[in-house]
């Protein structure tokens, strides 16, 4: 069918079916274009005026083919390429893709409406949507895979040099010093498989496919735990408190995980903050469940500044310049929420930073 044709037909900038339900097709949070049988316009929302730049009473009555004059990425015309009006009767429209309009990309994506399943095209509505959403995710992929190339490159440097220097020295060496330059290598080894690790939790909360094998697990001996590893690492004994209020109840969770939280939370506490490092474990109700175990991490530090509260849960977000990818409390808050659970971050007493994230008891894994 020709788009250009004359026929003269009434113009509208809502069409019936939005109208009954009260909804103006200025309320689309997305750009609407709607035409008509004739390939004219009828419908030009505001979004779609933002987008394009153009005015409603500009575009309304007008061919959509000279309305939206879209190209492919290779130059060609996109309505010529998709002739929405003629070709075969069977198609009902255009996934999402990113075209040119005026030299600036837009997604576009159309639905053909037709009176019967083979009938003639009846409306021809087009979404239309700036690709700011598009550009800011790539963006994150980028700063993503810069950070992991930057992170990784130290590890491996050392890998590489000190294995290269043992393979063609070897007998110049004495024990202590293959031993020192072995655990080297065994330290940034495991801190590439570390890095490794948060890759993948990072695509599985991303994708929704973060899985959680769920068993009983102590929290206090779980906290207790973490605790010793830091001091037998050398932080004094008397840096950290822990306190337990009893009963606790049964709580069901990935062990793995957890550990991955309160591993996170307390070394934040450690390197980033100051002081005494307190460690609450209480029972404690979760949204709709009656019971549930809060863990309340605290220390004395600089704390995080207010404008910055709602950001640390973000990727790349980096409390002070002490090194770190910044993914880790990105990860944190994946796996608490996949328990169903939730963390918040505040002000500690003690002027410092406090994270506090609640679980529900949950259920096992049979039963979830």
């Not at 004359?6 to 109208?19: D, G, L, S």
């Not at 049988?37 to 779609?48: K, L, M, Q």
């Not at 837009?106 to 399943?117: D, E, F, I, K």
Request: charged content about 25%; hydrophobic content about 40%.
């Amino acid at each position: 069918m020709d788009l250009t044709r004359t026929r003269e037909e009434p113009v509208r900038q809502t069409f019936p079916p939005i109208a009954e339900f009260g909804l103006d097709a200025d309320d689309l949070p997305d750009g609407l274009v709607v035409a008509d049988s004739t390939g004219r316009v009828i419908c030009f929302n505001a979004a779609a005026a933002r987008i394009c730049g153009t005015e409603p009473s500009d575009v309304l009555g007008r061919p959509i083919q000279s309305a939206l004059p879209l190209q492919d990425l290779d130059g060609h015309r996109w309505w010529q390429l998709t002739d929405p009006y003629g070709g075969l009767a069977t198609r009902s429209g255009q996934p999402e893709r990113g075209l040119l309009l005026e030299g600036r990309e837009v997604l576009v994506s159309a639905r053909y409406v037709r009176t019967h399943p083979t009938g003639p095209v009846h409306r021809l509505v087009v979404g239309l949507r700036g690709t700011e959403a598009r550009r800011r995710s790539e963006r994150s992929d980028a700063e993503l895979i810069a950070t992991v190339a930057h992170e990784l490159r130290s590890p491996l440097t050392s890998v590489k040099g000190f294995t290269a220097t043992l393979l063609a020295k070897w007998e110049r060496f004495t024990d202590d010093q293959k031993r020192l330059m072995l655990e080297t290598v065994d330290a940034d080894a495991n801190r590439v498989t570390r890095l490794i690790t948060e890759l993948l939790d990072i695509s599985r909360i991303d994708s929704g496919r973060l899985e959680v094998r769920r068993q009983p697990v102590d929290m206090a001996a779980a906290v207790r735990r973490h605790v010793q590893a830091h001091t037998a690492a050398g932080e004094p004994p008397d840096r950290f408190v822990t306190r337990i209020v009893e009963p606790l109840p049964e709580l069901w969770a990935d062990p793995d995980k957890i550990d991955q939280v309160l591993g996170n939370l307390l070394e934040n506490a450690v390197r980033h903050g100051d002081g005494t490092v307190t460690i609450e474990v209480a029972p404690a109700p979760h949204r709709h469940h009656d019971e549930g175990t809060a863990v309340t991490v605290s220390d004395e530090g600089p704390g995080i500044p207010e404008e910055s509260m709602s950001r640390v849960f973000t990727r790349f977000w980096r409390g002070s310049k002490r090194g770190g990818t910044g993914l880790g409390l990105y990860i944190v808050k994946g796996i608490v929420e996949a328990h169903g659970g939730d963390i918040t971050v505040s002000r500690a007493p003690g002027g410092g930073a406090q994270f506090r994230f609640t679980l529900p008891v949950g259920a096992p894994a049979f039963m979830a």
